[in-house]
């Protein structure tokens, strides 16, 4: 792979000899064919330094959502996102003077990273304003790559009214993460990719956050092929673009799995476009969106982080619109908390009642563990941990309760366990029943005399 510190990309005379103070590329409204030129334009710049992710077809994903799907891999990038192709075209759009002066950048995540990696292969100094309440290990990746961190507020607006400030003081050039011409017509660049790669897509369904990706995304699909499908999707906490298409006020925020696009409003550069090109914006449960995530994972192999699960969210929670239809999806970041992952994957495995757990009223006398335990060989399931709670006030003096957590093959034989436990006459309860079956709060039946 160039790197460009060591030889700089040449931008193309084109697009280089443009008056003064217009933007280097953009993406006229209206005018596919121009797009089209600055979208390719944008391809060359790159090259080399940006890789072109596979598109391959996915055919767990398929048989689950009832249609043909195929993910473009984009977290395949140095810093795990497709931030990186706007980033990157932006740093290159500079002059001189602009690069030694120094970049600033706003950002809690894939942004950031992205404009701290190629600052660095750039030989740009570059400062990253980052919410206070960043995870850690976002800060320290940003920070490895040479960034300056400064943590600021406990949001987004709280930094970009520090970027003004510093703007003004040390005349830094702003890499905006999505409301840039330039920084759209990198983005785009991987939906010309995706469309060169398999050319026989009905949809697209795209992730919306301020509209950066899903507006250069879409300018590049419908100048390839005009009757292509632009789906959006947004959290159903941060509905800003399906609001704003309406009218309609847009009521924003709390936590999400989705915080990649947990933006309040789009661009004034995305919105137009979104508006143009984009047939319809979906909404998305936070539990869909944990679902798609725990699907990527176990079913496709990868891991997403809850914006670049959305796609697949929307495309399971809307099965009958695109049944039999052969739709794109983006697996465009993957930069996710593993604790966060870990959490997903367990509570995944308990909804598929792979994974359960149970809680178990018992005489606390010699003998009656191993029974539980011998009859949970007999059936086939696997005990993982369990706890002996003596000491809890709603449990007799004389008695126990166990919290046993088991491995089962599926629901059936989860329920199969359960069942034998109670025919054995022990008092069972799933914890965090998922399923609100009439099995989980069963009869209670006495639980025997331990055998000495």
Sequence with gaps: MENPSASRIVIDSALSNRKQGEEPLSLPQGNPAARLAAIKAAAEQLKGAILRTPA??????????????FLKYEAMQATGSFKERGALLKLLSLGEAARQRGVIAISAGNHAQAVAYHTARLGVPATVIMPENTPFNKVANTEAYGAKVILSGEDIAAGERLAAQLIAEHGYTLIHPYDDPVVIAGQATAGLEFMEDCPGLDCLIVPIGGGGFISGVAAAAKALKPEIQIIGVEVESYPSAHAALR?????????????????????????PLIRELAEDILLVSEASIEEAIFYLATLQKTVAEGASAA????????????????????????????????????????????????????????GTLGEIASELGRCGANILEVYHRRFYLDVPAKGAVVEIVVETKDKAHADLAVERLRLHGFKVERMNNLWGDALANGPIRPGPAASP
């Excluded at 391959?56 to 799907?69: D, I, M, N, T, W």
């Excluded at 909804?351 to 005489?363: D, G, P, T």
């Design 311 to 366: 796609g697949l969210a929307a495309l399971l929670a809307y099965k009958p619109r695109f049944a039999g239809r052969r739709v794109g999806l983006f697996q465009c970041g993957a930069n996710i908390d593993p604790r966060v992952l870990a959490s997903i994957l367990m509570r995944g495995l308990e909804r598929e009642s792979k994974i359960v757990s149970l809680r178990i009223s018992i005489a606390d006398r010699p």
């Design 247 to 271: 009218g309609q006020p847009a009521p924003c925020g709390g936590p999400t799995l989705a915080e990649g696009i947990a933006v309040k409003s789009c661009g004034v550069h995305t919105l």
């Design 56 to 69: 391959l077809e996915a055919p767990k994903l398929s048989a689950l959502a009832g249609a043909r799907v």
